[in-house]
């Protein structure tokens, strides 16, 4: 899994700041499994395999003022 972030800071007056930012989680979108276990299905009596995988591509921003 590859993950990238950046952001800017810019400064105004009065010694506030504005500082904008973005970052993408996954940027290959690949299937990454995070988790796995093994349960027992009462229906048919067998066991079964569970696997949790990571989110997709996910693209985050945000915006922080400081006083």
Do not use: D, P
């Amino acid at each position: 899994q590859l993950n990238s972030s950046g952001s800017y800071l810019f400064k105004l007056h009065n010694k506030h700041q504005l500082t904008l930012g973005a970052s993408m989680i996954n940027v290959l979108n690949t299937r990454n499994k995070i988790n796995q276990f093994f349960r027992i299905n009462t229906n048919s009596q067998s066991m079964e395999q569970v696997n949790t995988f990571s989110l997709e591509r996910t693209v985050n921003v945000f915006i922080r003022y400081t006083l």
